[in-house]
């Protein structure tokens, strides 16, 4: 008996000198499941015995198993301590033995990427933490790592090369072929056709902010940005807008069946087998399948509807199917492969993205002065405001706009979307990596072969010899023109000036998009959508912290990220107002952030524009000679006033279906049309009730009010009026100026989303002047 025993721990080791010499990883469930078959057989064989019982042989079994077991474990454990490729590379001794260590580490507070910093302060800049993975925080390694082919933590979903997504492939010749489909759909010139998709949804997530029940009120940024990445993400991948922002801010339920994986991931991302092995024990995976099933269900439904002649494909999923159903070398080979990209398209450009955009809100409310030069530098670019927003100009300004990019590569670099980084494996020979010694001296690495190696982003970004001040978030150190001011400003605690300058030595060491091969194909879509999202709600908004978010100036948040393979937030409470923007009326474009008036109410005149915000002669300004009281009075026998730039009357109960050429011809006898306005929906593009228009004149004014008042257009009676009355004495409060500075209808200043930077100081030195 003792003797079977030996041989069954001496089995045990040798398994184990086999099994460390291939990635087993991934066939941890077929192989559990061929050790069980052969526990029966032996079991049974056992059993045939004469005179062994079925207690007996269930004893013999499990003892014997139990001899095998460990003399498996305890070769790993002798191996991995003493006789390892990676023994002389300093670390925890709990890490060189297992990486449960790392799970036990991750467990604690999901904050991984915080660990990797405690255990490089204790251990320097190469650190073994895992008994076949190194981590190395220095960024010579980014770029010789960058040609090396990804770890077993990717391929988390099937053994089988042929069922894996493009990102999960480790074949570098095969991921070579597939990214051709990939880097076509999200070339600059695709993404300008997924332009208007982008920008709608934009439009969707900034209404949200100024809607009634949310505006001034805390709002979980978080929550909505995510939402608002997903619905992007639903409308350049597969066409189909996920509803969330459009919606009133309900989450989609696939959307959240994904999210709660996320807590599963935190867990077990230092142990890749284990998630594979979930993923293939039937309704292990049941809080993800929901997600599983509806990707699945957006390919059926794109291949239905989509026609196999058509020439340009409309998303990132049609470019993929038109590879798959020519049987190109560039698509995936089979349905399930078709099914993982289409998880990627979904998950992987929605985290990634909403959570650079809410650190950048984040940091932004903490360093309001850099987004009050934003706004500045993007109102020279939009003089008219955010409804004139277009991406192709905004592309063409960069330059003028440097703040912009500032801010989102800052961003980056403090919170990088993957904080611990993507791991890769060494070739077989190993690989040498220049690395500098503590000294400044050059010296070669060399990292032995097959072995996993992170850099995480998160510490290579905030290393001090690259970054000075690398926690600080400091936007100008990306703007050229800033940094002999940043190096002349800094207090000089040491011996040299700090060089703020971004040269290649910087740029090498930044790397949120990952490099070379595996960088990411979505970059450019990431940058389009952020730079649009930023720049669009600059223009029309001014924000702070709010709710729990302004009791600790977002220290909650902040410390509260979690490591999750990409990150994952807590709620980010921020409170939005529309900008004060004064703005001439020399723009035929619509502005469809004007509110429509209610007329339904009985607020008179007064209360149709106190929302438009603009400039109108001062109560006890003379009038022009000629104007007599009866042609200024309108329907209530108010006083009209004329604005800086002529007389505008308001036009109400417009049919939806109006246009300016309608407009023109109907109101275009009475006199010159100088400027005209359609208030349009942003969603639907129809009117939303009213238009404006200025006429140089005051008679011509009158004559359209007198011509076109009560009459039909499109089957509507329309009324017509002037826009801006003088208010009643002592109607205005203090100095009778209507309470709004000497705008009718007082209250709160709306022209929301067009008011430039200095206009509110520009404002009060027009208003005490005469325009006649």
């Keep these: 008996m003792r003797v079977n025993r030996l041989l069954a721990a001496a089995l045990g080791v040798a398994l184990h000198t086999v099994a460390r010499n291939f990635e087993i990883d991934m066939l941890a469930l077929p192989l559990a499941g061929i050790f069980a078959v052969l526990e029966v057989i032996y079991f049974y064989i056992n059993t045939r015995v004469p005179g062994v019982t079925v207690h007996d042989a269930v004893f013999t079994v499990s003892a014997q198993t139990a001899w095998l077991m460990l003399g498996f474990f305890a070769s790993m454990l002798v191996y991995r301590g003493l006789f390892h490729r990676l023994r002389k590379f300093p670390g925890p001794v709990a890490a060189r033995l297992t990486k449960f260590y790392a799970v036990w580490r991750s467990a604690l507070q999901k904050q991984y990427h915080l660990e990797l910093g405690i255990m490089r302060a204790k251990y320097g800049d190469v650190v073994?933490?895992?008994?076949?993975?190194?981590?190395?925080?220095?960024?010579?390694?980014?770029?010789?790592?960058?040609?090396?082919?990804?770890?077993?933590?990717?391929?988390?979903?099937?053994?089988?090369?042929?069922?894996?997504?493009?990102?999960?492939?480790?074949?570098?010749?095969?991921?070579?072929?597939?990214?051709?489909?990939?880097?076509?759909?999200?070339?600059?010139?695709?993404?300008?056709?997924?332009?208007?998709?982008?920008?709608?949804?934009?439009?969707?997530?900034?209404?949200?902010?100024?809607?009634?029940?949310?505006?001034?009120?805390?709002?979980?940024?978080?929550?909505?940005?995510?939402?608002?990445?997903?619905?992007?993400?639903?409308?350049?991948?597969?066409?189909?807008?996920?509803?969330?922002?459009?919606?009133?801010?309900?989450?989609?339920?696939?959307?959240?069946?994904?999210?709660?994986?996320?807590?599963f991931v935190a867990y077990v991302k230092p142990v890749p087998w284990v998630m594979n092995a979930a993923s293939n024990i039937p309704y292990a995976d049941r809080a993800v399948r929901p997600f599983r099933n509806y990707c699945s269900s957006l390919v059926d439904e794109k291949i239905r509807s989509e026609p196999d002649d058509k020439e340009i494909p409309s998303d990132i999923i049609s470019w993929i199917l038109r590879e798959f159903k020519k049987k190109t070398p560039y698509a995936p080979k089979t349905r399930d492969a078709i099914n993982a990209d289409a998880r990627t398209i979904a998950a992987a450009g929605a985290d990634t993205t909403s959570n650079t955009l809410t650190y950048a809100l984040f940091y932004l409310a903490r360093n309001p002065s850099f987004y009050t030069r934003l706004q500045s530098e993007l109102s020279e670019v939009f003089p008219d405001g955010p409804e004139t927003f277009d991406y192709n100009v905004l592309s063409r300004n960069l330059s003028n706009v440097p703040m912009l990019d500032a801010i989102i590569n800052e961003t980056l670099r403090l919170i990088p979307a993957v904080p611990s980084g993507n791991p890769r494996v060494t070739p077989p020979e190993g690989l040498i990596i220049p690395f500098a010694n503590k000294n400044g001296k050059t010296e070669d690495l060399f990292i032995p072969g097959d072995v996993d190696v992170y850099v995480p982003p998160y510490w290579v970004h905030r290393d001090p010899t690259i970054f000075p001040d690398p926690e600080a978030f400091i936007p100008d150190r990306w703007v050229s023109e800033n940094h002999d001011k940043l190096a002349t400003e800094d207090p000089v605690s040491e011996k040299r000036e700090k060089s703020y300058t971004i040269g290649p030595k910087e740029m090498d060491a930044f790397f949120p998009f990952q490099v070379g091969q595996y960088a990411c194909a979505g970059k450019h879509l990431a940058m389009w959508e952020m730079r649009s999202f930023l720049a669009r709600l600059a223009l029309g908004f001014d924000f702070g912290f709010a709710g729990p978010s302004a009791i600790d100036a977002g220290a909650a948040f902040y410390q509260g990220m979690r490591d999750t393979f990409t990150i994952t937030l807590e709620p980010l409470w921020l409170s939005f107002k529309e900008r004060l923007l004064d703005l001439p009326l020399t723009s035929i474009r619509p502005l469809t952030s004007i509110r429509p008036p209610h007329p339904q109410k009985n607020q008179g005149r007064q209360a149709i524009m106190a929302d438009v915000e603009m400039d109108v002669d001062e109560p006890g300004s003379p009038q022009p000679a000629q104007a007599k009281v009866d042609d200024m009075a309108t329907h209530s026998k108010a006083t009209a006033v004329r604005s800086i730039e002529g007389w505008i009357i308001v036009v109400t109960n417009l049919h939806e279906e109006v246009d300016e050429e309608t407009i023109h011809d109907t109101f275009g006898e009475y006199g010159e049309i100088k400027n005209l306005h359609l208030n349009l929906d942003r969603r639907s593009g129809y009117v939303k009730g009213y238009a404006l228009i200025e006429y140089p004149t005051l008679a011509e004014a009158r004559a359209a009010i007198d011509g076109a008042h009560q009459t039909k257009l499109l089957d509507q009676t329309i009324q017509v009026d002037f826009a801006f009355v003088r208010p009643p004495p002592n109607a205005g409060g203090k100095n009778n100026r209507g309470g709004a500075g000497g705008r009718v209808g007082g209250g709160r200043r709306n022209r929301s989303r067009s008011r430039s930077p200095g206009a509110g100081r520009d404002r009060d030195a027009r208003e005490d002047k005469d325009d006649i």
């Design 128 to 263: 073994r933490t895992g008994p076949r993975e190194l981590t190395i925080f220095c960024a010579e390694a980014i770029a010789p790592l960058a040609a090396c082919r990804k770890s077993t933590l990717y391929q988390i979903e099937d053994w089988r090369d042929d069922y894996l997504g493009v990102i999960e492939t480790r074949d570098l010749e095969d991921h070579h072929r597939r990214r051709r489909p990939w880097d076509t759909a999200l070339s600059t010139k695709s993404i300008a056709k997924y332009d208007e998709a982008i920008q709608r949804t934009v439009g969707h997530c900034l209404d949200g902010l100024c809607s009634p029940e949310k505006e001034g009120r805390a709002i979980d940024m978080t929550r909505w940005v995510s939402l608002f990445a997903w619905d992007v993400m639903g409308n350049v991948g597969f066409g189909k807008d996920f509803g969330q922002v459009s919606g009133g801010g309900a989450e989609h339920w696939a959307v959240k069946a994904m999210k709660d994986q996320s807590r």
